[in-house]
């Protein structure tokens, strides 16, 4: 018996002297959130670039950065510099790599390929293509290898390919087919490590089958591939595995970064396993980092944190009883909507508006973190029938992806997490198939943009744009009707509940 403690003591310790870590951090939909912000349930200042910042430094060395997209847009210091700020950032920390996300193209065409030439690190995207030439954009490879602590890692890039605004320069092929095509060129390098980089997700239930192809990487391509990091859709996962095949994603806002320990043969180079940690950017544990602290602040847009109006309580974008699947503050909005289209029903999608609207005094930059797209109104006229596929088409287990104004619905779920029983109601009247309604929403999700996608099957000629403010605009007026005596009140939840 002391022979065999004594055989498994030798091995162990000899695998230990052989093994060697690596580290890799990845982040992903930033959005342009630069600055710590009060944690609405605690008040702890948290995330943050120049926390990040100090994560980095206080971490072990010779790592790889890695972000999965959507840096470009998202609060006011992104839109004023149409990504470029966000950039700027990025190449003070030495990001090493980062994919193209949908929101890359927020500024349309033109906005593209300022952010491309002014970014040092690397931007990977194999499926990403000019329309004219079918070429790969200056400045985009569909890989990259990099050699840290002695480990040679190939990062490979996939692209969403639904961006934001529509494009007519750039084009994009389906992501399994170019990894399957670009991995032979990636392995003739005998890399240790393969790394994909994508901007999408295996949890998508937001933006309907767009994400489907992830998790089938670790089927299609286990053993060829180690790791997946994904974003788009927000979540956090960590140590998940399909075969062997690592999955990460490390949610949104720079409130957290995941830290992605490799573990390689010494001796052989060959991989041996991979492992996640999710770091919280609490900035009473982890400080920040005092040049890209100095960086970040003198990159503020300035005259927005002006106060624009008050309000009694913070309109969370949680709602307080688990049985409801709306908001207050997505509600609110959707209200605005109704009352500035004239219509029946007016439909918001949740993943519009972006964070919580705060208790008390109210900026324009609160607003623009909130809502930080130039979405129009858009109305149209539908039968019941299509009006009640839309509302089934936002509803999946545990949340809504539309809040609405003028109408109610309850349902019950089945053992599958299925929607059943659906009840609808419109301005209290049960919803008829046959009736006709006016609707409006956003112009993007008119589009059938995101998890709009159901009303690509209404017509363009039956859709028509009421005035010219945005949705912001209507917030800020809203907002200004709000006085320190007489602020405003948190909207109403409820309208989407399960029995």
């Given amino acids: 018996m002391k022979k065999i403690v004594l055989l498994l003591s030798v091995v162990v310790w000899s695998f230990a002297v052989n093994a060697k870590d690596t580290v890799i951090y ?9 600055y710590a912000q009060k944690d609405r ?51 003070a920390l030495h990001y090493d790599a980062s994919t193209i996300g949908n929101h890359e193209f927020d500024f349309k065409d033109p906005g593209v390929a300022p952010i491309l030439d002014h970014a040092k690190f690397a931007l990977l995207a194999a499926n990403f293509y000019e329309a004219d030439s079918l070429k790969r954009p200056a400045h985009i490879e569909p890989y990259k290898i990099f050699t840290r602590n002695g480990v040679k890692f190939a990062v490979i890039g996939l692209a969403n390919s639904h961006p934001t605004q529509a494009t007519q320069k750039y084009t994009f092929t389906p992501q399994l087919r170019e990894l399957e095509n670009i ?18 997700s295996m949890a998508d239930d937001k933006h309907g089958m767009q994400g489907q192809y992830v998790a089938q990487i670790g089927r299609q391509f286990s053993g060829r591939v180690h790791i997946v990091l994904g974003g788009h859709a927000h979540k ?15 949610g949104c806002y720079l409130k957290n970064v995941s830290k992605v320990t490799v573990t390689t043969d010494d001796k052989t180079g060959k991989f041996v396993s991979a492992k996640s940690q999710l770091i919280p950017l609490d900035i009473q544990k982890t400080g920040e980092d005092k040049e890209i602290l100095k960086l970040a602040n003198s990159l503020r847009e300035p005259g927005v ?18 049985k409801f ?32 609207m705060p208790k008390g005094e109210v900026t324009l ?11 129009t109104v858009t109305k ?71 998890e709009g996608f159901v009303f690509k099957s209404i017509p363009a000629n039956q859709k028509v744009q009421v005035g010219t403010k945005n949705i912001r605009e209507l917030i800020i007026e809203a907002l200004r009707q709000g006085t320190q005596k007489d602020p405003l009140k948190p909207g109403p939840e409820g309208r989407v509940a399960e029995r």
């Fill in 365 to 375: 930059r609160d607003v623009i973190d909130i809502h930080p797209f130039e979405n």
């Fill in 236 to 250: 956090i996962i960590q140590n998940k595995k399909i075969n062997d095949v690592l999955f990460v994603e490390s």
């Fill in 380 to 450: 149209m006229t539908v039968d019941g029938k299509m009006l009640k596929r839309i509302i089934k088409s936002g509803l999946s287990k545990g949340r809504t992806r539309f809040a609405f104004s003028g109408l109610a619905v309850n349902f019950v779920y089945n053992k599958k997490g299925q929607v059943k029983d659906l009840h609808i109601w419109v301005h209290n009247k049960p919803l008829e198939n046959r009736k006709k309604y006016t609707i409006a929403t956003n112009s993007f999700i008119a589009e059938g943009r995101s």
């Fill in 325 to 356: 699947l709306d908001n207050s503050l997505d509600n609110w909005v959707a209200d605005l909507g109704r009352a500035y289209a004239g219509v029946d029903v007016f439909i918001t999608n949740t993943g519009g508006t972006r964070v919580d």
């Fill in 305 to 322: 944190d002006k106060v624009i109006g008050y309000t009694q309580e913070p309109m969370p974008k949680r709602a307080s009883n688990p």
């Fill in 41 to 91: 349930n605690d008040g702890k200042l948290k995330g943050g670039f120049a926390a990040l910042a100090a994560v980095l430094k206080n971490g072990p060395q010779n790592y790889l950065l890695l972000d999965s997209g959507d840096f470009s847009n998202g609060t006011v210091e992104t839109k004023s510099s149409k990504g470029l700020k966000a950039v700027e950032l990025m190449n």
């Fill in 183 to 200: 991995l032979p060129e990636v392995e003739k390098q005998k890399p240790e490590v393969v790394v994909v980089l994508v901007h999408d």
């Fill in 26 to 34: 990845h982040t992903s939909d930033t959005h342009g959130f630069f």
